[in-house]
């Protein structure tokens, strides 16, 4: 007898959103943050979400409405700014309509939500180690406030502890498991929020994304506007050697957008962060074990927004552990079907977008330039590519646009053979092991493609 069916550590949007859907569902959980339980949700943050996870959420695990007061502002799209900020590029659509909101107020209402489903709720305690029986998970260890040690029971683990994954690190090394991130998977990043009551945003409901592989190699500076007279300004980039430091890209870039014009600014709120930018983790579960959320990879390789997919990650686990409890079976086999399931939904996108990333690494500044000049880029070519992680050729129009960057024949070339690779990697996905037993032949199949994303 354990003493809960489930214990999730880490109570951001992935581990509240799965202990919501397994407590709605009348399993035991308990649901633990070493936050204080008024500042669970408190995180470093671009603050901003497309609707349509929401909306997906609720169709997956019938959430209610988000309250008034989460939601600050609407968003309406999404600007791509050239590196010589010459051309910008307006997406507008479905995935990019969304919000810009409080990030504390989110947060507490995703873990009231697991809380009012029947979720026990520790605050304030810190998960240490993973407890393990006849070699399989059994529990945690966990400190409450700095005291001794405690040993709590589970049918299952869940590591919901973000970027970090400190549960997944612990596993052994006979688990199919990848326990560590590689350096170059990881984005590091920096951001302020700052008062503007010199300046107004005449478009504060567009989100602007400052592209320049001179001063974000691999990531990007974010100008998201909060309103007319704040902003949360950032830059990711992705933690590969002799990358620069973000807090210093940030000071560059505020200085030459604004300081040099409106003098000094004043900060509100100033944090770092970190966050993994690659596929999800090739196995998310274990016997008796399951990983959501940035702790499991799920994040936009891209954009490094997770939010949204923690929220599906969770969810997808959520069913699936529910189910593998209702026939009293939470074997790796019995909790297997959440990979294919959030690969289906998410994983499978990410994928080829982290192949993309290898691609845009490569290319520089003057190529880019020349891109956006010529229209080779087109905001519905973007908007498509985000939506479903394919860069597609077609015939018509879009060739004789592609075409028109003779000038850059290499260019184009590696354009199309990153489409060729991305929609490789998603056909690998399609035949994603439907057992434990298919995983290590399924990921050699990774490797060439990996290999020539990283040549392209
Ligand atoms: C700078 C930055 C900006 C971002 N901006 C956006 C954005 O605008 N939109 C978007 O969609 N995504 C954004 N993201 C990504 C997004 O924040 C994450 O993908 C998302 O929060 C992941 O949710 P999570 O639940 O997996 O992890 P987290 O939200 O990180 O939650 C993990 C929780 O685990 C707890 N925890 C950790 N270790 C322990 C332990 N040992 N014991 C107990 N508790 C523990 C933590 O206190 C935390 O509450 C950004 C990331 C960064 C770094």
């Known amino acids: 007898m354990t003493d809960y069916d489930v214990i999730v550590a880490g109570a951001g949007t992935g581990g509240a959103t799965t202990a919501y859907t397994l407590a709605k569902r009348g399993h035991s959980v308990l649901l633990i943050d070493r936050k204080e ?264 390789p891209i954009h490094g927004g997770g939010i949204g997919s923690s929220l599906l990650g969770g969810a997808h686990a959520g069913i699936v552990a529910s189910e593998a409890l209702e026939k009293n079976d939470t074997s790796i086999e019995a909790l297997w079907d959440y990979n294919p399931k959030y690969h289906k939904s998410y994983g499978s996108k990410q994928a080829a977008l982290d192949v993309f990333r290898w691609f845009l690494l490569n290319i520089t500044n003057e190529d880019i330039d020349f891109a956006f000049r010529k229209q080779i880029i087109k905001a519905s070519d973007l908007l498509d590519t985000s939506m479903t992680g394919e860069v597609k050729f077609g015939a018509g129009e879009k060739f004789k646009r592609l075409v028109a960057g003779f000038g850059k024949i290499p260019l184009l070339l590696r354009v199309s053979k990153v489409a060729g690779l991305m929609n490789d990697i998603r056909r690998v996905y399609r035949e994603y092991p439907s057992s434990p037993k298919g995983l290590s032949a399924w990921k050699e199949k990774l490797v060439p493609i990996y290999a020539a994303a990283k040549e392209a």
């Not at 019938?62 to 309406?76: K, M, Q, R, S, T």
Request: aromatic share 8%.
């Open 37 to 300: 339980k008024d500042n669970i949700g408190n995180k470093t943050c671009g603050d901003a979400l497309g609707s349509h996870h929401i909306t997906e959420l609720r169709e997956l695990v019938g959430i209610p409405e988000l309250p008034a007061g989460i939601v600050e502002y609407d968003v309406n799209g999404i600007d791509l700014i050239s590196p010589d900020r010459e051309h910008r590029l307006r997406m507008q659509g479905p995935t990019t309509t969304g919000m810009s909101f409080n990030r504390l107020k989110m947060g507490q209402w995703f873990v009231g939500l697991a809380e009012s489903a029947g979720a026990e709720v520790q605050a304030s305690t810190r998960v240490k180690k993973l407890v393990f029986d006849a070699g399989k998970v059994a529990g945690v260890r966990l400190s409450k406030d700095g005291g001794p040690e405690k040993e709590i029971t589970s049918r299952i683990v869940v590591d919901a502890t973000g970027a970090t994954g400190m549960l997944r690190m612990q596993l052994p090394e006979s688990s199919p498991v990848e326990r560590n991130i590689a350096a170059e998977d990881r984005m590091v990043a920096w951001r302020d929020i700052y008062e503007t009551p010199e300046f107004n945003f005449e478009t504060p409901d567009i989100l602007e994304i400052f592209w320049n592989q001179e001063e974000t190699l691999g990531g990007y500076t974010w100008v998201f506007p909060q309103g007319k007279n704040r902003v949360n300004v950032g830059n990711g980039v992705m933690t590969i050697e002799g990358h620069r430091n973000p807090k210093d890209i940030q000071y560059d870039f505020v200085k030459k957008t604004w300081m040099d014009k409106w003098g000094e600014l004043k900060v509100i709120d100033s944090s770092g962060g970190v966050a993994p930018i690659r596929r999800p983790i090739d196995t998310m579960v274990d016997d008796n074990f399951m990983l959501v959320g940035d702790a499991a990879c799920q994040v936009n």
